[in-house]
């Protein structure tokens, strides 16, 4: 499930902070900040597609078969506002905790997150509701 991969990264990017910080810092003030805006950011997108997943009645578990195609709300900005959410979540707890030396988790996560989510739940949508999808990520793109 995404939220443990985005858990488990989470807990790394902590760990280093806390135990191996090696004096690297992206400063305190305005890295809080923007990490508190970002992970802000993350939480509103994920409530967004939530809301519009549940308005529609359809699942947000990955893996499972959707019932109708979401192409309204946050989603007619993003196919997958949820995990551009974790990405925003990840990417302002490692600026919020100075966490300089996981940086290379952001792009690792979305590697992760494409191969073994994104891109499977894609294709059942596109098994599904063929021609819709079609049109939809012809029109939307898969990230931002």
């Given at each position: 499930m995404p939220p443990v991969w985005l858990a488990g990264c989470l807990a790394l990017a902590?760990?280093?902070?806390?135990?191996?910080?090696m004096g690297l810092t992206f400063g305190t003030t305005w890295a809080r900040f923007l990490g508190g805006l970002l992970v802000g950011g993350?939480?509103?997108?994920i409530a967004l597609a939530a809301y519009e997943m549940r308005r529609q009645r359809t699942t947000i578990i990955p893996h499972r078969e959707a019932d109708r195609l979401v192409t309204s709300g946050i989603f007619s900005r993003s196919r997958n506002?949820?995990?551009?959410g974790d990405v925003l979540i990840l990417s302002g707890m490692i600026?919020?905790?100075?966490?300089?030396?996981?940086?290379p988790l952001i792009p690792i996560f979305v590697?992760?997150?494409e191969k073994r989510f994104v891109i499977p739940e894609e294709n059942g949508l596109r098994r599904k509701f063929r021609v819709d999808f079609a049109r939809y990520s012809q029109k939307v793109r898969r990230w931002v």
């Open positions: 902590w760990a280093q902070a806390t135990w191996f910080p993350g939480l509103v997108l506002p949820i995990y551009v600026l919020y905790w100075g966490a300089v030396l996981t940086l590697w992760v997150i």
